[in-house]
């Protein structure tokens, strides 16, 4: 009997070694986009040191590596936005699905997909804030067109022709996305809905006709109370044209946190320069209501309060705030993060100008 165990301890031993960290990872579907967005950001976030598994360990956040019984683990991440020099890195191309072991996003991803996948003990991120997005939402509920989220949202926009969407194959823009949530449905009970959001209606349709002469008048309206937002809503900003950026996509992954004291910020904030953002927000209080809110994105390096990007741009968590209006509860700006703080400077974009859209759509599956 000690022989046959010292057996079996050998084979076990053999395949914990080689075990794969994070399983299936290229072909997972999620029941709902919460998981998605935690599912598809894993490796980055255990990295980060934001989240931690069993097993797994960290050399150094900066080192990017992991190790999982002692097998090495590559992770690379890095922001990048499509475009004519970056397409070849942003997109995997379908030619390469097989080499990766890619078999269930052919419907939704025939000819490219987002480039965040394993292969070869690597890790990779190399895409935006969308790239991110519609990767995580595509993985939410299963292949099949009537229960994949991106698929589902794909379909209801384009239906509708109300506002502009990426067809299937492509990655939506994060204007796209922003500008469809406030033509979605109210209270539905299935599929996508509208949560909350503020608009300026006849600035968006004027630029959808710009991007797409075949639209319908546009459909979007502001809806107040953002305090329903809850862990899992997409929350999107749509800008102008003439932005550096068209806006801006990320997932709850909290119910957003109103501050009702500047000087709860210790508490919420314990590793930011306090007095300045105290300092800050009392100018922004009695104007309007101020929510911490959690995400998941991808962007640049420590761009949110409490980021977790500390060594690199991409995948990760941090916590933006959202300005509302006192009466309805209405989104009308935000704060992305501490932009020279130090010196008492909080740069806030409010809707107007700067801003057309700030949206919050929820999905609730088929």
Not at 74 to 99: A, C, F, M, R, S
Not at 168 to 174: D, E, I, P, Q, R
Not at 307 to 313: A, E, G, I, V
């Amino acid at each position: 009997m000690s022989k046959f165990i010292a057996v079996l301890f050998l084979v076990l031993n053999a395949f914990i070694s080689t075990a794969q960290l994070l399983p299936a990872y290229n072909n997972a579907f999620y029941n709902s986009v919460l998981s998605a967005a935690e599912g598809v950001g894993e490796p980055f976030l255990l990295l980060q040191g934001y989240t931690f598994l069993k097993g797994v360990k960290v050399p150094q956040p900066s080192s990017g590596k992991l190790i999982y019984h002692n097998h090495v683990y590559y992770v690379n991440e890095k922001y990048i936005n499509p475009g004519p020099g970056t397409d070849n890195v942003y997109y995997l191309n379908h030619t390469n699905y097989k080499v990766y072991g890619i078999t269930d996003f052919s419907s939704t991803w025939p000819q490219q997909i987002p480039n965040v996948f394993y292969h070869k003990d690597s890790f990779c991120s190399y895409v935006d804030c969308v790239g991110y997005g519609t990767r995580l939402l595509s993985a939410v509920g299963s292949a099949q067109n009537n229960a994949n989220a991106y698929m589902q949202l794909i379909s209801m926009v384009r239906a509708a022709n109300r506002s502009p969407f990426a067809a299937t194959g492509y990655v939506a823009s994060a204007y796209e996305i922003a500008a469809a949530i406030p033509t979605l449905p109210v209270n539905a009970s299935a599929g996508w809905t509208y949560v909350s959001g503020g608009v300026l209606p006849s600035q968006v349709d004027s630029y959808n006709h710009i991007l797409r002469k075949d639209l319908g008048n546009y459909s979007g309206r502001s809806k107040g109370s953002f305090y329903n937002a809850a862990a899992g809503d997409v929350l999107a900003f749509g800008y102008p044209p003439g932005q550096e950026s068209n806006g801006h996509f990320m997932v709850l992954s909290a119910s957003p946190v109103q501050i009702i004291n500047p000087e709860k910020i210790k508490d919420l904030f314990p590793n930011t320069s306090a007095p300045p953002l105290i300092n800050n927000l009392s100018q922004i209080f009695g104007k309007y209501h101020v929510y911490a809110v959690e995400v998941y994105d991808c962007t640049g390096q420590n761009i949110h309060f409490n980021d977790s990007r500390k060594y690199t741009s991409g995948i990760g968590h941090g916590t933006i705030f959202v300005l509302t209006d006192i009466i309805t509860d209405t989104p009308r700006g935000f704060v992305f993060g501490p932009q020279n703080l130090s010196n008492g400077q909080l740069k806030t974009f409010m809707l107007g100008p700067d801003v057309y859209v700030i949206a919050v759509g929820r999905y609730m599956g088929k």
